[in-house]
């Protein structure tokens, strides 16, 4: 089947088996292989990547349904000489370690940074109506659905504490 | 995954066109079919595309409820103002579930139909009733901690996983369905069905019927608690869950609106339960009564046997949280 | 011509010289950033399946769904669908993964199979599509061939009891029996996985002198070509394996698995490069798991409080054949002293996939139940449970006297309990709302071990590069190695290129049993000192009288510019570590103790862990930012193993019922508190000359019987079966009610 993916704000032609997920489209049909394959089920959180500004699994949805969706990946969020924010303090906090889970943590961050900006609420928030805050909860629990077996929790909460204070300063 | 044929509808009556088969399903978030079609636990040949109608708005109805489109996703059902502040529960049972990854994505329709995560149905190595008619039910013996207690039948003994589907039911919510005859409503109470002998037919659906809509009634007020028990803190199913509304009036409960998850192949609700609690006023006494009529007729199948005084003990828990005079 | 000399170090003695205090760059021990780190967070780090050589087929395994002899299969009609390019039923495809260290091939097929999800056949396709499908539709025949076992406390299971893993000392039944205080209880801990996030993955691909070259993701590659070679019957030289980053590894990727094989000989047989990916549910069922044990903990002590008698008896399971068996009893030999000791380890062959080495095989669960064993006893003799260990802290090995190499448990424990404010307290006396907060601590210990290790060094005017095949599993190798090449060749790291994960390199000791740092730095660190030399030779002083700091060589306050003494040449240095007697004639270890705090619900039984506070000593810490995220990693692993993971196996086949991430449950983020972790400050000389021990699997070794000890203390609850999910610790509550 035929269609266009917008990705990281280039166009990709592509014609791919009706099956193919985004994930495996990504990584094996456009040779961007930053979203992970760790479980191909929703369970994990590795292929996290943002579509149409909204982080969700990329394992789980087809490729074809997303002709013309702008999609941001890891790659997008900067390189290697030029990393964005939360990609700087990932490294400086050490947020990760094997490094596998890493580019889907820092797209669901990206993303979930903008939910809480967005007002959203959290299974861990008090007071559905009022404002939320980038608390340590709230990241903890806005993060679960991205597991990390060499359980960097730790570095990542504090990743990403350190990139909303800072935009929150800003 | 088989391979299969797609379609992408461009209106409603055009999906309703397209599906008609058992060989067909409709995909919108996917993120269970497409979950179960990898394992082969379901193979359609053909999916229908429904993501680009136009069913993703939520509408306040002219009895002060809402109606809620099928394709809106639970992340901004549950982030929506108006649900916020007139149906906390349903709020709450949404951002209980699953990661907001998979909230961005699921959507109101598709959370409604989510299959089983019994472990026989997905392995497609085991007898399973409901994936297989007539194979066996492999779950009755063997490893089955997480599976239903209320309204199993022999053949099967699975579990809905929904929250959200939860609280629409402690909510009397209704689903609009658009058919081959046209569109017609059905309270949620009635959309579920028991497993009897056919595990494998589970809502009242037919081949050819698309959800269109969730209805809620005008806010329910009173007080409203959603509790989920799971084996982490977060990202995991419900052991056991509550959806709550409870008023009580000079010190007696006026209204009781509970539904539970975990228990049962359908969010679970027991009209008994709420009356014994309605009228009454509020006692560990009346909690204890109120679990007993519910469990009445629970049977555990050994692994599960503890859902049972779970059940009474998070039930007297979210009774009482929901009676307590407010600080 | 560059001349490359060789320094090799048969480590015999301790190593008191404590060169690397003598080092001027000051980039050792630092919290250093990760040198792979950009790569890694901008998604540019090339994992295992992540290269696409031209013409690359995809295959699937095939798995068994019962147990027997394979007679058939409906391989023409699976070869006849849309795609398939081959359906490989070879007997070469192996079992299960290799034990880690093994060198040699594991159980190859033997047209049977052995236990439910074992591969069975693999099938290749243009796509990976066509592939998955075509495997779904691939159907084995098995016949049975007779009934087995599937548990290891069932009256079916065979038991086998090694007799070099028993030990009894002095009289064992008489210090029970007339102890002042003493327990007698069973303990299990479950089924567990590795569970690292990358799944197994092999791209192999053969050139035209019959020499395949593998990408896959793999701990201990030097054993990984032997085990590759042996399985296809190639001489060793003929395979390369590149593992240049491992997405976690845990004990899951020390051996050869099952989609390597089958990607080797898929390629050879289709003359183009395969690649199989394994689906998460065969990572569960072909890699090896952690086995259950049931745990027989008897401890006896008189009124002060001595430990008087130790009896540690386990019970593992395990696949017929594997040579493996879980070492429960590790930490139990020499953790505390006791005159009368008893240890018996009993092996059930029954039909689970098999078990194997997972991060910190043995003390994981050994130490973790006799942790809250010995919260028992201390609770019994009415001790607080931290002067209780105090008390019985060993001054040498309980059992063969010999020395330990540093004995830092008892300033472990109190430096922990210091920093987390310990304070003895009776049961059921805090309470916030329905939650139960309660304390619990524990000790940690895991042996430490060092193996032979090779690396390159070469040094030229401009920096340096490190080689050798050592991996990266997230532990930290590339930083570590780095900044020990920095350190002693005076260059910043930036000016250090570290080249790992390919077997064409020097054989380094790859990374496992926490020996991968140590080793390997050794390695690195002869071959610097090697160079060391050979520059204070040319420059005529002697190497204790050189000082080598930003690419300059500093002598009889004279600095030399390295560009200008070195010019245009490469020197090459090969550093060679053979572990030789410190590491027998001493008692090498690292200790740690473990403070956690928790909430229990008195409605469900859930626990929620609060605060968790780690206090470790493993010799010199290399990198201060890479050990600590190992630690967290550890007391994280800790908390899984006390509350959350479990593999389920099916009472009637025994197959693994939750073999997915969504049902075998790995904490999530809200699972964690925020972590304290404390280096004690620790040169072990008897280790290696870098005075650093392993640390990766230190923090698992006890951190979970904190917790659990935490539950006991909150809510009155003693759970003896891990993990305490929330059905164990309600029963216990209810009989409070």
Redo the contacts between chains.
Sequence with gaps: MQFNLDINGERHALDVDTRTTLLDALRDHLGLTGSKKGCDHGQCGACTVIVNGRRINSCLTLACMHDGDEITTVEGLGAPEDLSPLQLAFVEHDGYQCGYCTPGQICSATAMLDEIKAGWPSNVTGDLEAQVDASIEEISERMSGNLCRCSCYPGIVDAIRQVAREEAGA | ??????V?AGDTAQAVREAGSEETRF?A???NL??LM???VMAPGK?V?I?RLDLGGIEETADGGLRIGALVTN?DL??D?RV??GW?VL??AL??G?????R??ATTGGNLLQRT?C??F?????PCNKREPGSGC?AK???N??LAILGTSEHCIATHPSDMAVAMRALDARVEIEGAEGRREVALGEFYRLPGDTPQIETVLKPDDLITAVLLPAPAGGRQIYRK?R???????A?VSVAAVIEVEDGVISKAQLAFGGLGPMPWRDADVEAALVGAAPSAALFDRAADILLAEAKGYGGND?KI??TR??L??VLTQATEASA | MTLETIRHLKHDTPDHDRRLDGMAQGVLGTDMDRPEGPLKVSGRATYAAETAPEGMAHGYLVRAATIGRITGSNAEAVQAMPGVLHVLEDERMIRNAAQGMAGKSPVQKQGQAWYVGQPVACVVAESFEQARHAAQAMMVTIEPDGTHAFDAESREAQVETPEKKQLVQGDFDGAMSGAAFSIDNDYRTSSMSSAAMEPHASIAQWDEDGAVTLRGSYQLLRFNKNELADVLGVAPEKVRILSPYVGGGFGSKLGLAPEAVAAALSAQVLGRPVRVVLHRRQVFETVTRRSETKQRIRLACDAQGKLTAIGHENLVSQLPEEVFSEPVAQGTHFQYAAPNRLVGHHIARIRRPAAGSVRAPGEAVGVTAFEIAVDELAKAAGIDPLEFRLRNVPEKHPENGKPFSSSTMEATLREGAKRFGWEHTAPRQRREGEWWIGTGMAGCVRVNMMIEAHARVVLTGQGVRVECDMTDIGTGSYAILTQVAAEMLGFAPSQVETVLGDTDLPPASGSGGSFGAASTSTAVYLACMELRERLAAKIGVKETELTLKDGHAIHDNRQTKLSELLGEEEWRALGHLEPGKAGQDVRQATWGAVFAEVAVSDVTGETRVRRMEGTFACGRILNLKTARSQCHGGMIWGLGLALTEALEHDPRDGHMVNRDLAEYHLPVNLDVPQLGVHFLEERDDWANPLQAKGIGELAICGSGSAVINAIENACGVRVRQLPATLDRVMEGLAAHD
């Design positions: 995954m088989r391979s299969f044929d797609y992408r995909i978030g996917g993120t497409l979950d990898k394992l082969e999916l595309d993501t992340s549950a982030a103002a916020r502040r906390p709020s709450r951002l209980a699953a990661s907001g990854q998979l961005n994505k995560r472990y026989y997905y392995d497609r190595g085991e492999a013996d063997g490893v901690r997480i028990v084996d982490r803190s977060s990202y995991a199913f052991l503890f005084p779970l003990r998070t007297a828990a």
